[in-house]
């Protein structure tokens, strides 16, 4: 379900799960986090991260994993090791970017977004909530306002919103993201490594105090959790009651 190739000192790492829109399962991300390391360890000099088909990746497989402790800790140690590693990494968004596909782009260092290309959060429509890393990133990549935007208002952002307000460094596809990748590659690795610490070392990883820690948990401990899960497998709208 990861499919990886090098040309030159660039690899590209594809999420390759189609038929479930790129979803992450638990092997996509073990998968995800071997291509990681092996792309690293092989000598690359840039990563290209994108999605096969018409779907970056539509976040977490809410069929199950979404739901299970194991796989979020999962997840959270995956988005820090593409966060950290280091050699750039560009991610290509081919097509959307929802809840974890979004939370992959925003652990690579720049953005090419396809023109009908977008990204959101919609976590609030299904009862779920997502950790203080991701929000405050996002506040980072798209400044306050926009990114309560898409958190309290599930609002997604089109490919021209994004980089007008920089969270997309480019409008192309993956060929115009390989080629960026290319030319990054032939400069100062050792710059880029202190530009790279510097740039992520922006308090988005500083640790939450204990009352937010106790609000993201107690949203996952939830009835409301419970009822988004059962309002999607029987095709209906939730309703929550904040308990």
Not at 126 to 140: A, K, P, Y
Not at 169 to 191: V, Y
């Amino acid at each position: 379900m990861i499919v990886s190739s090098t040309e030159g000192a660039v690899t590209t790492i594809e999420l390759a799960r189609e038929a479930k829109r790129n979803a992450l399962d638990e092997a996509m991300v073990d998968d995800l986090s071997a291509a990681f390391s092996a792309a690293v360890d092989g000598g690359a000099r840039a990563i290209v991260l994108t999605g096969r088909g018409a779907v970056f990746s539509a976040g977490a497989d809410l069929s199950g994993p979404v739901y299970d402790p194991a796989f979020i800790d999962k997840l959270v140690t995956l988005i820090a090791q593409i966060e950290q590693t280091p050699i750039p990494v560009v991610a290509a968004l081919n097509g959307a970017a929802l809840g974890a596909g979004l939370q992959l782009s925003m652990a690579a260092d720049l953005r090419v977004m396809a023109p009908d290309a977008l990204a959101g959060i919609p976590a609030a429509k299904i009862g779920v909530t997502v950790d203080e890393w991701t929000i405050r990133r996002l506040v980072s990549l798209v400044g306050a306002g926009p990114a309560r935007g898409m958190l309290i208002g599930c609002d997604p952002l089109t490919a021209d919103r994004a980089y007008a307000l920089g969270f997309a460094n480019r409008i192309g596809d993956l060929a115009d993201a390989r080629h960026w990748a290319a030319s990054i590659a032939e400069l100062a690795p050792l710059t880029l490594a202190h530009y790279k610490l510097v740039l992520t070392g922006d308090g988005a990883r500083d640790e939450a105090p204990a009352d937010r820690h106790a609000a993201m948990m107690a949203a996952w401990e939830s009835e409301d959790l419970a009822e988004g899960r059962a309002a999607r497998a029987e095709k209906r709208t939730p309703v929550f009651r904040g308990r």
